[in-house]
């Protein structure tokens, strides 16, 4: 059906406001988490101190964007509703039990795993279920749901410095499950307009029936050359990305120790993330096709350039100006991949696009932030660990460039496809038409014999 472009979808577009809020408002908060775990489970004997305790937030990032092929493969099952439902559920769980481990080794499981599987599956249908509601405001809608991740890191921060410091560290994951509590209930929201594929197949047999294995992994997207170069082109990207919402914090710590509010940082990163997706999000609805992608290059340029900007500031305030451009461009990254996904393979084929993408992210994001406290480790410092984080940005950005030139080439081919049957169906049709005009003379003439 038309997507109503209203109407109930607002509803939708809150709850799903508040699950990238509550989902990435928690990752990209990982900093004082970080340094909070530092303080409990470390020791001055333990050398790679650094390096384990990233892994925590950083694996748990990183499966966020892993399970989002099976989570596209169980959307297009079971329907938006009941995947995030049950995954809001899980992560729940996986929150609360973290909050009562004793080392740091658990927390790899609780929350690395068993947190972060469950908010993947309550993710992602936020970002289907869009479309079944919008499609001429889906840009501008896209960039309200992904502000709430903004809106969420912007305070965080603080109320977890505060809760840490009145009630340490355990409660504090406590207090955090209402947020995971409220996104359960968020979920029943998701009102489905588009069948479930078991659905469709069931109506087809009359009965409940399981599709095909082909229609439940849809390889088919591959095929598409752009989005090839765009799926390989983002994780090439990423691997530098993440580094500075885990280390930054303890960076600031080291370099300027306790005389400024480093949480100040985060702030900085979450307000103009949030308006870097209202503002770029509403751009995208008014740039043609696959030339939105050019939004995305040139913020993964600014990207690079601002992490290895980070090592260079000696002041504070240059630090801050650091983290209001880095936020923006994050917010223009963040909110056109869904419209990117949809210009690129058409909405039929979005939700499996989409998470094959994210699953193909997790590499580098999980990856990128140990590496850079394995080097913190080594060298004493993190100044190098933010230099490389920089390039993987930069030589992404360039691999993108050439996407728009390809998918017009695409369309160039198909269309020129498209022409070249419909004329040989126009002669067949005339073929066919002439044979019946001099085969129906010689009828009539038998006839009358």
Known sequence: PEPPEGGWGW?????????????????NSCGVLFVSMLRLFGSSEDKQLVFKTAWVSSLSMGMVFFCSPIVSVFTDLFGCRKVAVIGAAVGLV????????????????????????????????????????????????????????SLFTVSLPFLLRVLIDSVNLYNTLRVLCILMFVLFLAGFTYKPLVPSTKDTEGGKKGKSKFPPVKKICNFSVFKVLSYRIWAFGIPAALFGYFVPYVHLMNHVKERFGDTVPEEVLLLCLGITSGVGRLVFGRVADYIPGAKKIYLQVA????????????PLCNV??????????????????????????????GAQDV???????????????????????????????????????GVPPLIGGAILC???????????????????????????NESTLVSDTTEKPVKELDSGL
């Not at 709850?15 to 408002?25: H, I, P």
């Not at 913020?299 to 980070?310: C, R």
């Not at 997790?362 to 080594?378: E, F, N, Q, Y």
């Not at 996407?403 to 070249?420: C, M, N, T, Y």
Request: a neutral charge; glycine letters at 10%; proline letters at 4%.
């Open 11 to 27: 509803v939708v577009m809150l709850a799903a406001m508040w699950c990238n809020g509550a989902v990435f408002g928690i990752q």
């Open 94 to 149: 996986g929150l609360l039990s973290s909050s009562f481990v004793s080392t740091i080794e658990p927390l790899y499981f609780t929350y690395g795993i068993v947190f972060a599987c469950g908010c993947s599956f309550a993710y992602q249908p936020s970002l289907v279920i869009l479309g079944h509601y919008f499609k001429k405001r889906l840009g501008l809608v896209n960039g309200i749901v992904t502000a709430g991740s």
């Open 299 to 310: 913020s993964f340029f600014f990207i690079g350039l601002m992490s290895m900007m980070i």
């Open 316 to 345: 504070f305030g240059a630090l801050v100006a650091v983290c209001l451009f880095m936020g923006l461009f994050d917010g223009c990254f963040i909110c056109i991949m869904a419209p990117i996904a949809f210009e690129l393979v």
């Open 351 to 389: 939700s499996q696009a989409i998470g094959f993408l994210l699953g193909l992210m997790s590499v580098p994001m999980t990856v990128g932030p140990p590496i850079a406290g394995l080097l913190r480790d080594k060298l004493g410092t993190y100044d190098v660990a933010f230099y490389l984080a």
């Open 402 to 428: 050439f996407i728009p030139w390809v998918h017009e080439r695409q369309k160039l081919k198909q269309r020129a496809k498209h022409d070249g049957e419909t004329t040989e169906k126009m002669l067949e």
